[in-house]
């Protein structure tokens, strides 16, 4: 059974300390909701998560060992959307997705990505270039990396910035059936959003 495990966490960013002596345990359908104050360390935790930065104190462990001793068998098991939507303006939502997802490490074809688009209710977009899509459906674009990726961990900012309702409705119901598959997520969100899992916990940064 997949675990992750913070020992100890403690970021300090120039002069300030943002959090310290942070401890959880995620386990395989378990959901963690990291929740702040902006400046409170949400993004700069899941970045150490992600590999992306270091901790100024403390220890990371997937499976009992340090993500950093693990390279690419931590980072394969792995999916990170920042709060940012990564999408390139000039691209098709379709060349997004296939480009996103292969730098990810999961080649799909164009016939999968359209699919995954269509799921995310683009259908009839897929063709058309990022620059005149709404913030929403560029949101969506991003959010469709999820449709295809196979890992079993979800590292998500912000991941319901700028959707509508449906929009929303319908991200619920693919974490759920993630974490029902036996999937993991730590996710931060500013938006009440109520996800049934087998195991839910809040991270509470001040």
Known sequence: MPTLQGHNLTCVRGDRRLFRDINFSLESGGLMQVQGPNGSGKTSLLRMLCGLALPAQ?????????????????????????????????????????????????????????????????????????????QGQRRRVTLARLMVCKTVLWILDEPLTALDTAAVKLIQGLMERHLEHGGMIVMTTHQEIDITASATQRLQLA
Do not use: C, F
Request: cysteine-free; overall charge negative; aromatic content about 6%.
């Open 58 to 134: 403390g220890e990371i462990h997937w499976n009992g060992a340090e993500i950093r001793s693990l390279g690419g068998d931590y980072y394969g098991a792995m999916t990170y959307l920042g709060h940012l939507s990564g999408v390139k303006d000039d691209l098709t939502a379709i060349e997004n997705l296939r480009i996103s997802s292969a730098l990810a490490g999961a080649e799909i074809d164009e016939h999968k990505a359209h699919e995954a688009l269509q799921h995310m209710g683009l259908g009839g977009r897929e063709l058309l270039p990022a620059k005149v899509l709404s």
